[in-house]
């Protein structure tokens, strides 16, 4: 399988595998995503298939060491020189799943966020997520106030190098 960041290009392969990921409330648009490819491609982790794409993960940096929803919408809020890798989507298509390919994207991210100095990375995730995160070095803070995306309660957890 291929890994690399994203161009322009893959806007309408990524907005596809978002859609079949994520409940409607909780999907990125495609216009948020053409936002957030101007302002940070470079942090999107993608992987194909041949020429499929099938997993990707996705953020932006930041200072602010907590999450917000604020921060989904606003892509122009990304800082390249910030200490705070956000991960604001990690999603694997239904066929693809259970191989260990969100996995391998998460590796890479945390790479690539400890090659460039950043203090560590920062997700929100369900209850039902919180194992799977932590086997990566993520640790649970807890239910978040910041962030109440699609409606949904949210876990906080932070990889601190
Ligand atoms: C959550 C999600 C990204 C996981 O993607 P994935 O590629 O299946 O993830 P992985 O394969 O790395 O891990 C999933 C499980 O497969 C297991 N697994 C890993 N490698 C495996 C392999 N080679 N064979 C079988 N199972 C494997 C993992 O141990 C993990 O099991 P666990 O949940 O008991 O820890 C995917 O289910 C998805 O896109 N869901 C919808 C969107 C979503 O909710 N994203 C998370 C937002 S916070």
Redesign the pocket.
């Known amino acids: 399988m291929l890994i690399r960041t994203a161009t322009m290009e893959d806007l309408d392969a990524i907005t596809l595998a978002e859609a079949e990921?994520?409940p409607l409330a909780e999907a990125a648009t495609r216009a948020e995503f053409a936002e957030r490819l101007t302002h940070y491609r470079d942090h999107f982790w993608l992987m194909f298939d041949r020429d499929r794409l099938i997993?990707f993960v996705d953020g932006f940096v930041t200072d602010e060491p907590d999450l917000t929803d604020e921060m989904y919408a606003k892509a122009e809020l990304h800082n390249e020189a910030g200490r705070w890798q956000m991960?604001f989507?990690?999603?694997?298509?239904?066929d693809?799943?259970?191989?260990?390919?969100?996995?391998?994207l998460?590796r890479q991210a945390i790479q690539t966020a400890k090659e460039q100095g950043r203090a560590g990375l920062v997700?929100?995730?369900?209850d039902y997520?919180v194992?799977?995160?932590s086997?990566f070095g993520f640790v649970s803070e807890g239910v978040t106030k910041k962030s109440t995306h699609g409606g949904e309660v949210w876990n906080q957890m932070r990889l601190t190098f």
Do not use: D, E
């Open positions: 990921s994520f997993a991960i989507g990690v999603v694997t298509v239904p693809y799943r259970q191989h260990g390919y969100a996995g391998q998460l997700l929100t995730c369900k997520l194992n799977y995160y086997k």
